[in-house]
C-alpha cells in the first residue's frame, strides 16, 4: 500500500502557493521550518539549515538501503530520522509526544540517533519542552501561539473536559483536605498528565 507522508502534501501545497518564498531546490527535499520571533539566526546557521534542506533523503514509506558510513550517508541517515519521528508526530492527535515514549520506537524505525539530540539540532522543526524531568517535543509547524492550528475533534473534546476539570477546580471546589477533593498541584501538571 503506498502512503503519502505529511511533509509531501506540504510540499505540493506550498509549491501550488503564488506566493511561495522557498527556494524549488529546497522544497523538493526540505520541510517547514519555523523560528522563534526571539531566535537570533546567524549567517553560519542559515546556511547549514539551507544545505540540508536541499540534502536528498529516503522518505518515511520508502524502503531503505544500506547507507554507507560516510559523512553524507550520515547526514542522509540523519534526515530520514527527521522524516520518521516528523511523520510520527503528525500522526499523533496533539502534534506531540513524550520524548521517552518516541525513545520506545527508536529500534523499530531504524534511528540510530539520539532522539533528544535530533530534536535539539532541528528547533525550526521540532520544539522541546522540559518540564521537570519530563521532556515533550511538539511538532512546531503544528502549532501558533501554543494552540493548535488544526484541531481535530478529539483534541477539542480533551480540551474541554480538562476546562471542565479545572472549572470545578477553581470554582465549585473549596474547603481542606475533605473526600472528593480535588488535586492542589499546578494545572500544568495536571494537564500533563491527561495528555499522557
Known amino acids: 500500500?503506498?502512503?503519502?507522508?505529511?511533509?509531501?502534501?506540504?510540499?505540493?501545497?506550498?509549491?501550488?502557493?503564488?506566493d511561495c518564498k522557498v527556494e524549488r531546490m529546497e522544497l523538493r527535499y526540505g520541510f517547514k521550518q519555523g523560528f522563534p520571533?526571539?531566535?537570533?539566526?546567524?549567517?553560519?546557521?542559515?546556511?547549514?539549515?539551507?544545505?540540508?534542506?536541499?540534502?536528498?533523503?529516503?522518505?518515511?514509506?520508502?524502503?531503505?538501503?544500506e547507507s554507507k558510513k560516510t559523512k553524507a550517508g550520515v547526514k542522509r541517515l540523519e534526515k530520514r530520522a527527521v522524516a520518521i519521528v516528523h511523520e510520527f508526530l503528525s500522526l499523533t492527535v496533539e502534534k506531540m509526544v513524550e520524548v521517552e515514549k518516541i525513545s520506545h520506537f527508536r529500534?523499530?524505525?531504524?534511528?540510530?540517533?539520539?532522539?533528544?539530540?535530533?530534536?535539539?539540532?532541528?528547533?525550526?522543526?521540532?520544539y522541546l519542552s522540559t518540564k521537570g524531568k519530563r521532556h515533550t517535543v511538539f511538532?512546531?509547524?503544528?502549532?501558533?501561539?501554543?494552540?493548535?492550528?488544526?484541531?481535530?475533534?478529539?483534541?477539542?473534546?480533551r480540551r474541554k473536559l480538562l476546562d471542565l476539570v479545572f472549572l470545578g477546580r477553581h470554582g465549585s471546589?473549596?474547603?481542606?483536605?475533605?473526600?472528593?477533593?480535588?488535586?492542589?498541584?499546578?494545572?500544568?501538571?495536571?494537564?500533563?498528565?491527561?495528555?499522557?
Open 139 to 157: 511538532l512546531r509547524e503544528a502549532y501558533e501561539r501554543g494552540q493548535l492550528i488544526e484541531p481535530n475533534p478529539v483534541y477539542d473534546v
Open 173 to 196: 471546589v473549596t474547603g481542606g483536605s475533605k473526600s472528593g477533593e480535588v488535586g492542589t498541584r499546578g494545572d500544568s501538571e495536571s494537564e500533563d498528565e491527561n495528555n499522557e
Open 37 to 65: 520571533s526571539g531566535m537570533r539566526l546567524g549567517k553560519d546557521f542559515k546556511g547549514r539549515v539551507k544545505e540540508w534542506q536541499r540534502l536528498p533523503y529516503v522518505g518515511p514509506y520508502e524502503e531503505m538501503g
Open 107 to 126: 529500534k523499530w524505525f531504524g534511528i540510530d540517533f539520539n532522539i533528544r539530540d535530533l530534536f535539539l539540532d532541528h528547533p525550526g522543526i521540532f
Open 1 to 18: 500500500r503506498d502512503f503519502t507522508a505529511a511533509v509531501d502534501n506540504w510540499r505540493v501545497t506550498e509549491c501550488c502557493k503564488e
